[in-house]
């Protein structure tokens, strides 16, 4: 298994270093893991002058599967545009075709009282947002600022080919198939024909899948749903833009957003897989960020790239037994639970595998 490791900015670079002592465990248990370095985000700009280097797309495309921390932070927010720590995350996923990105939010029972909701609205959430990641707004074409008759203009593009819809549709299907045989498709129909044409497309591949049931909700519906009723969802899938806020949105359910794995695929199931949450520069360098999402990235890189669910399962209930036993970073931490750092945290989670 060769897997490209890149760490990125901020916290990135402490919760990558914990998510790989789990991956040492397995490597002293003799699974064949050979892992490779390379610089992405903020750190690639200052080191090589852009976000994702030449060196990085290499390492990266000879991979089986990427690694990522995050990437951003402050003193990089007055870059021009090509050299923002951003683009480097976006190249990526364009650059090795991983339009589908899972993002599951499931709620460890322990946890229930972190979340800002009632417990009995979110105890035994599992949803699972498929979000298209490499079409939309965030790449169509044209876009920018020019003027216009004297005035600026900004300028996005929201579009979407049927056969990208129909490859993402077809993801959901499948992960539904796995789960509770519903998908719900999000979409703003009402307004957006790109969305119309999401939404047909939809109705048009769900025969492919007699076994599970598709509904459809506007996305504002759907954003208000998610914390009124959030149990009501087994799939979501949508478009990029849609997907970004809305995942968000599903983490906080969790009670943080430093527990959210995901996973981005391509058509072979390569994968890079990351935490949900940013950079956080505010407590980078302070060994008190959550590594949780990232080694749990990793148990989903197991399971979705390795095809290990085994690997995968010991790496989950490992998790759940050292939350079990009280161990709390900082977002997560409430009064009675022990309060740990986040090296701390890993060695609880390397010591229950
Ligand atoms: C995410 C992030 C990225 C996105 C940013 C950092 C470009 O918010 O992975 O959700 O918008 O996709
Ligand atoms: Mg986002």
């Known amino acids: 298994m060769k897997i ?142 020019t003027v216009e008759n004297g005035k600026r203009v900004g300028r996005n593009t929201m579009i979407y080919s049927e ?31 790109t969305t119309q044409l999401w939404r047909d497309v939809m109705i048009e591949i769900a025969p492919e899948y007699p076994d599970v049931e598709l509904s459809h909700m506007l996305v504002d519906n759907a954003a208000m749903q998610l914390v009124r009723n959030p149990k009501q969802f087994d799939v979501m899938v949508t478009g990029n833009i849609f997907g970004d806020i809305l995942s968000d949105e599903a983490s906080m359910l969790t009670g943080s957003i430093g527990m959210l794995p995901s996973a981005s695929l391509d058509e072979n199931n390569k994968g890079m897989y990351e935490p949900c949450h940013g950079s956080a520069p505010d407590i980078a360098g302070k060994n008190l960020a959550n590594p949780l999402a990232t080694i749990l990235s990793v148990s989903m890189m197991l399971r979705y790239t390795f095809n290990d669910e085994v690997a995968a399962g010991r790496i989950d209930a490992a998790v759940k037994k050292v939350l079990a036993a009280g161990y709390r970073t900082g977002d997560i931490y409430e009064p009675g639970t022990k309060k740990v750092s986040c090296s701390e945290m890993g060695d609880q989670v390397v010591a229950a595998l």
Not at 117 to 134: A, C, H, N, W, Y
Not at 169 to 193: H, I, Y
Request: aromatic share 4%; net charge neutral.
């Open 163 to 193: 056969d990208e819809i129909r490859r993402i549709g077809r993801v959901a299907f499948k992960a539904a198939q796995k789960r509770n045989k519903k998908v719900c498709s999000v979409d703003k129909m009402n307004v957006l024909e």
């Open 4 to 145: 490209c490791v890149l760490p990125g900015d901020g916290i990135g670079v402490e919760i990558v270093a914990q998510a790989l002592r789990v991956l040492d465990v397995f490597k002293s248990e003799g699974m064949k893991i050979e892992t490779e370095h390379a610089l992405l985000g903020g750190c690639a700009v200052d080191a090589a002058g852009s976000p994702y280097p030449e060196a990085t797309q290499n390492i990266a495309r000879a991979a089986d599967a990427v690694l990522l921390g995050a990437v951003g932070g402050p003193q990089w927010d007055n870059n021009p545009r090509p050299l923002r720590p951003e683009r480097g995350l976006l190249g990526i996923r364009k650059d090795l075709n991983l339009f589908a990105n899972l993002r599951p939010a499931v709620l460890y029972p322990e946890l229930a009282n972190a979340s800002t909701l009632k417990p009995e609205v979110v105890s035994g959430l599992d949803i699972m947002i498929v979000r298209e990641l490499t079409g939309d707004i965030y790449f169509g074409e044209p876009r920018g600022i």
